[in-house]
Nanobody, 128 residues
Framework: QVQLVESGGGSVQAGGSLRLSCAAS????????WGWFRQAPGKEREGVAA???????RYADSVRGRFTISPDNAKITLYLQMNSLSPEDTAIYYC??????????????????????WGQGTQVTVSS
């Protein structure tokens, strides 16, 4: 079992930055794929960024160049550095994990249905 706890959300003005953290327990980093997702009110959940232990990353077009996903050196905490935030980034952000599988290519790692474990989410609000 993997337990995920997000933190770091809050309110920020447009153009600002936030760093989200996801503390993972009950898991070994290298055995999983890791992702960040978000869901805004009235919208479907959206894959934001994904990473694996080989260093492969994938980003949604809407955040590429602004957001960076990375683990800490001990690979216990997953981060999402968010820069140049806009009101369109307002959402609840979730951390997720999926056991490594040869059937989950990099192209699929922004799809929520491949992930088995989810955190409770952290709210990000960006004001104009």
């Amino acid at each position: 079992q993997v337990q995920l706890v997000e933190s770091g959300g809050g309110s920020v003005q447009a153009g600002g930055s936030l760093r989200l953290s996801c503390a993972a327990s009950g898991s070994t980093y290298n055995y999983y794929y890791w992702g960040w997702f978000r869901q805004a009110p009235g919208k479907e959940r959206e894959g934001v960024a994904a990473v694996d232990s080989d260093g492969n990353t994938r980003y949604a077009d809407s955040v590429r160049g602004r957001f960076t996903i990375s683990p800490d050196n001990a690979k216990i905490t997953l981060y999402l550095q968010m820069n140049s935030l806009s009101p369109e980034d307002t959402a609840i952000y979730y951390c997720a994990a999926a056991p490594r599988s040869p059937y989950i290519g990099i192209r699929y790692r922004l799809q929520g249905d491949v992930y088995n474990y989810w955190g409770q989410g952290t709210q990000v609000t960006v004001s104009s």
